[in-house]
Every structure is written in C-alpha cells, then in structure tokens.
C-alpha cells in the first residue's frame, strides 16, 4: 500500500501517472521537502476544459482510494478553474491553463527539486 508519511515521492509519482493517463497537460512535480513545512511535495497539472478537470481529480480519488487514501481536504472545483486536493504528505493543484498562468505557483516552486516520474 501507498502510505505519504513512508513515501510521499512515490505518492506523487501515482498521481503524476494517473494524471497523464487522463492526457493532463504541463504535468509537473516538485519536492518541496527543504522549502516548505506543510507538505513534501506539490503536483501541478493542466486540464484542457472544465470537464476535464473534474475528471483528472477524479483519476486521483480513485486511484489512491484503491490504495486506501483518501483526501484529506479538498478545495474549488471545475468551475472555479482551480481544484486543490491535499493528502498532507502530497497538494496537487489542478488548474484550468488561464488559473494555472494567473496563479503561477510554478514562479513559486521553481527552485523545487523535480524529480520525474517513476516509470
């Protein structure tokens, strides 16, 4: 099983895996380890359209829910352009491309680490 507090790398690999079966854009992953205290790592992903979004968070839920995770917190929706999910060890932030350009948290992250995914 997936557990963020033993792998929180791995963790964000699922969802950097489960984004890209859904054709997610500009898919990134960060390691936020040495910047930020809340967290370990930040996926950030672009959706093509307002259905699409809510169906890349979907891909998410499901695939951690298979592993027996759940979102600790969720927040916005596709409406909104911007769906945040946190699971503590893992925050991915999902944007419509406006939201993600206007917000620019990669501006933010950009002195992350950025590992790749596992494949």
């Given at each position: 099983?997936?557990?963020?507090?033993?792998?929180?790398?791995?963790?964000?690999?699922?969802?950097?895996?489960?984004?890209?079966?859904?054709?997610?854009?500009?898919?990134?992953?960060?390691?936020?380890?040495?910047?930020?205290?809340?967290?370990?790592?930040?996926?950030?992903?672009?959706?093509?359209?307002?259905?699409?979004?809510?169906a890349l968070f979907n891909a998410?839920?499901?695939?951690?829910?298979?592993?027996?995770?759940?979102?600790?917190?969720?927040?916005?929706?596709?409406?909104?352009?911007?769906?945040?999910?946190?699971?503590?060890?893992?925050?991915?932030?999902?944007?419509?491309?406006?939201?993600?350009?206007?917000?620019?948290?990669?501006?933010?992250?950009?002195?992350?680490?950025?590992?790749?995914?596992?494949?």
């Amino acid at each position: 099983m997936i557990t963020p507090k033993d792998n929180p790398l791995l963790l964000a690999q699922e969802a950097v895996l489960a984004l890209e079966a859904k054709q997610a854009q500009q898919v990134e992953l960060y390691d936020v380890r040495d910047l930020a205290m809340l967290t370990d790592c930040v996926v950030i992903a672009t959706a093509q359209n307002t259905p699409h979004l809510k169906a890349l968070f979907n891909a998410v839920r499901l695939r951690f829910k298979a592993e027996g995770l759940a979102c600790y917190r969720k927040s916005g929706d596709q409406e909104s352009g911007w769906i945040m999910a946190d699971y503590l060890s893992l925050v991915i932030h999902l944007f419509l491309p406006f939201s993600r350009e206007y917000y620019g948290l990669d501006i933010l992250l950009r002195s992350a680490a950025r590992p790749g995914p596992a494949r």
